[in-house]
């Protein structure tokens, strides 16, 4: 359930310079304090929307009758503003951390670092608060773990540092692009449930961009459907399996089922008429 605005975004659209059509167009959207889901194919514009909202697109025009976090007007926002924004009050979780993390820098001292640049404090105190976050997010030895090098730690492991690095300043706002695509099922499921039960204790709100419907079903508030840069539909998450668009109907019927009828899955048919409209509400 939302429970109070933290993002507003009207009418976004990105075109990246030297690119004909637009990667997003028109997208609108409110955020609160919840787990809102944004599914779609690759190239639908998902973690475009996401680097939009951080400003992270230097190749890229944005334009928008709205896009709002907290009292700030990110669209207006000047550098030194947005970097008072970043990692403190929004922050972003990228897909893969073998190529987020610094490889010559140890775990630890990366966190640490991020932390630093938001808050005063000695190297010491700053330490302690890492390492205390690191057994947060579930990793044992978190003192060992603090002096290791990326490539010393599994993909899980790995990615439960960029959780704790994103989520140690306490921010309002966390982005999750992909966060356990890397991942095999019993690691992406203990990653899952450190990320909801952060998310619930610390009352924060959180895109969780993803290729995938089940998990978005099971994990999120409510989804937005992207096709080609629109968002076509946005529905509660568990009222998925009753979506009207037919683009929505066709990637839940593109999906294998456990015991389910043993033929080809079929082939998702696209209607031109997708790109001119979608239901795109908040």
């Given at each position: 359930?939302?429970?109070?605005?933290?993002?507003?975004?009207?009418?976004?659209?990105?075109?990246?310079?030297?690119?004909?059509?637009?990667?997003?167009?028109?997208?609108?959207?409110?955020?609160?304090?919840?787990?809102?889901?944004?599914?779609?194919?690759?190239?639908?514009?998902?973690?475009?929307?996401?680097?939009?909202?951080?400003?992270?697109?230097?190749?890229?025009?944005?334009?928008?009758?709205?896009?709002?976090?907290?009292?700030?007007?990110?669209?207006?926002?000047?550098?030194?503003?947005?970097?008072?924004?970043?990692?403190?009050?929004?922050?972003?979780?990228?897909?893969?951390?073998?190529?987020?993390?610094?490889?010559?820098?140890?775990?630890?001292?990366?966190?640490?670092?991020?932390?630093?640049?938001?808050?005063?404090?000695?190297?010491?105190?700053?330490?302690?608060?890492?390492?205390?976050?690191?057994?947060?997010?579930?990793?044992?030895?978190?003192?060992?773990?603090?002096?290791?090098?990326?490539?010393?730690?599994?993909?899980?492991?790995?990615?439960?540092?960029?959780?704790?690095?994103?989520?140690?300043?306490?921010?309002?706002?966390?982005?999750?692009?992909?966060?356990?695509?890397?991942?095999?099922?019993?690691?992406?499921?203990?990653?899952?449930?450190?990320?909801?039960?952060?998310?619930?204790?610390?009352?924060i709100g959180l895109i969780m961009i993803?290729?995938?419907?089940?998990?978005?079903?099971?994990?999120?508030?409510?989804?937005?459907?992207?096709?080609?840069?629109?968002?076509?539909?946005?529905?509660?998450?568990?009222?998925?399996?009753?979506?009207?668009?037919?683009?929505?109907?066709?990637?839940?019927?593109?999906?294998?089922?456990?015991?389910?009828?043993?033929?080809?899955?079929?082939?998702?048919?696209?209607?031109?008429?997708?790109?001119e409209a979608g239901k795109a509400s908040?």
């Open positions: 359930m939302q429970t109070d605005t933290l993002l507003e975004v009207s009418d976004l659209s990105i075109r990246y310079r030297g690119t004909a059509v637009p990667a997003v167009r028109n997208a609108s959207f409110t955020l609160g304090r919840e787990r809102l889901g944004i599914v779609g194919e690759s190239g639908s514009g998902k973690s475009t929307i996401g680097r939009a909202l951080l400003k992270l697109l230097p190749t890229a025009d944005l334009t928008a009758r709205t896009m709002r976090f907290g009292g700030t007007d990110l669209l207006n926002a000047s550098e030194r503003d947005m970097l008072k924004i970043r990692g403190a009050r929004m922050s972003m979780i990228l897909q893969d951390p073998k190529f987020s993390l610094n490889p010559i820098q140890r775990c630890g001292a990366q966190v640490a670092e991020a932390y630093r640049r938001h808050f005063r404090c000695s190297a010491r105190e700053a330490r302690q608060r890492v390492v205390d976050m690191l057994a947060a997010v579930q990793i044992r030895e978190p003192e060992r773990v603090y002096n290791l090098y990326p490539h010393e730690v599994s993909g899980g492991m790995g990615q439960r540092i960029m959780i704790a690095m994103m989520l140690l300043t306490n921010p309002d706002l966390v982005i999750a692009d992909e966060p356990t695509s890397a991942l095999d099922v019993t690691v992406r499921l203990q990653v899952l449930e450190i990320l909801d039960r952060l998310v619930r204790e610390k009352g993803s290729h995938d419907l089940n998990l978005v079903r099971n994990f999120c508030d409510r989804v937005l459907i992207m096709y080609a840069g629109r968002i076509v539909e946005t529905l509660a998450a568990g009222d998925l399996d009753r979506a009207e668009h037919p683009y929505t109907r066709g990637l839940l019927a593109a999906q294998p089922r456990i015991g389910g009828p043993r033929q080809p899955l079929p082939v998702l048919k696209r209607d031109k008429s997708w790109l908040a």
